[in-house]
């Protein structure tokens, strides 16, 4: 069975959601809803509409000059379990996925279940941006981030390891 996932959208050719040319899913639903989202409309769950690993991975090979996958929001997190399918074939195409959130790693880390499929995220994640976006501290500066709270993750070591390992894209 081919696994679904409710979307706001979808842009199939970006290069401001991480390094390279990126394909960017935007998942559809955030209970953060943080004050002055550039996303408000994707905080409604009920809202966007559903589509299907399969099809998404079809879009994505259309283009070749792709570096990457871009899990963006809403909050990708509230479908863990079929984002880490989408990144997964993402990554047998030979392609690296960013994932934003605005949880933390460490309430990830701390609220992982096997139901929430977190972990599993977390390890198909190349880079991890987290954090939610905080109006006050919002920047320009920065490199694919909003606010200056956010960091820039490397996930597998900071499983590894055990604690947060900070890189730079």
Known sequence: MDTKLR???VIKESIVDGP???FVVFAQGCPHRCKGCQNPQTHDFEGGYETTVGNLIAEIKKNPLL????FSGGEP???AKAFTQLAKK??????DVITY???TFEELTEQASDENGYIDLLKETDILVDGRFILE???LSLKFRGSTNQRVIDPKASLEQGK???RDF
């Open 20 to 22: 390279g040319w990126r």
């Open 77 to 79: 997190f509230c479908q």
């Open 137 to 139: 501290q919002r920047t």
């Open 90 to 95: 993402a990554h047998e195409m030979g392609l």
């Open 164 to 166: 947060v390992v900070e």
């Open 67 to 70: 570096k990457g996958v871009t």
């Open 101 to 103: 959130t605005g949880y």
């Open 7 to 9: 979307l706001a959208g």
